[in-house]
């Protein structure tokens, strides 16, 4: 005779858990905890490197890099004397918060004002992982195609902040920026939209500059707390 | 992949509290924002559990849909399936959106052991309503 047992709970309340628990940690290092995702390429440890290099004077920086294999991003951003931490995946798709407490524990990252999480090069998997961060970013290249938010509208919903990457590439694709601006705002009217190009430095003051008025946010509100 | 590593892991808690079990199926509520496809996950359960104790169970998909609402025209008609439209298509307000992010399971139905000893696993917490199919 075969039974059936109610369960009624979250299929990834584990991991949830875990985040919470991260959240905290970063809440009492008063550590800005981003979560950038993007399709391989895109130009995250581009944008990344230009990133810690603007608030190097200041500020302590870190960064847990995710890929399926080899440490290249890591050692990018090593190379610039900030602490970084590979994560190998070895094939799966997404960071969950076990490998970022794992990352945690292995390498020196905190105490830090900012820990940049550069998730595996993925649109769709990794926005359903909850990694304790402040929020999402979304990177997208303009290179990719303007229709990328419409195909992959989960982590344009997400991501409180969107940032057009490439953009000293525009003369040569078929991109229209404000299409995409108007895509963008119908699937998250709240998001922040930039735009950056890592190789010519355009944007990534603008961009530095909200991650230092969200860093002062959070540690206003943690300490009022 | 995970996600149905995840799911065994609840099921096979919530069918450890009950005695012990072999799974016939299990019900999971997947919600259209979840960014879960259900015929991958479908797919990705039978990878997971074949070779062990539930090789060969079934796991069905209750589809969740989100709720679009405005709050000037009301309900969002004739909306795509998976459609992430924030913005009214009729007053361009901002949609209230509601639902849609469920990623629970919602019941186990399992065969019990004959032979089983109970060997209830501690902490855990499933709700306490078992009965026969």
Redesign the interface.
Known sequence: ???????????????EERARGLRERFAQSGTLVVNIISSPGSGKTSLLEATVTRLAAGHRCAVIEGDVATERDADRIRALGVPAHQVLTGG?C?L?ARQIETALGAARLLPADFLFIENVGNL??P??YDLGEDFKVAVLSVTEGDDKPFKY??I??RAAVTVISKIDLLPHVPFDLAVVDERL?????SATILRSSATTGEGIDAWCELLTARLTEKRRSCVST | ???AL??Q???SD??R??GA?RI?SVR?AIGE????EPELLRFAWEAVVAGGPHAGSSLEVVWCPANQRCSRCGEVKDRAT?S????CPDCGL?LDVTGGDE??????????DAEAQSDDAAGAS??D?????
């Not at chain 1, 705002?185 to 009217?189: A, D, E, F, M, T």
């Not at chain 2, 924002?33 to 879960?36: E, M």
């Not at chain 2, 992430?84 to 913005?87: H, M, S, T, V």
């Open positions: 005779m075969s039974r059936v047992v109610t369960v009624r709970r979250r299929a990834l309340e584990a991991s799966a997404h969950d769709i998997c926005t359903a509208p989960a344009f919903a705002r119908s699937l998250n009217p | 992949m995970s996600i995840e799911i892991r609840v099921c919530a069918v509290q009950h079990g016939g999971v924002l979840a960014a879960v998976g992430w439209l924030r913005i901002p990623l629970d399971v919602l019941d186990v139905t399992f065969t019990p499933a709700d309503a078992a009965g026969d199919r």
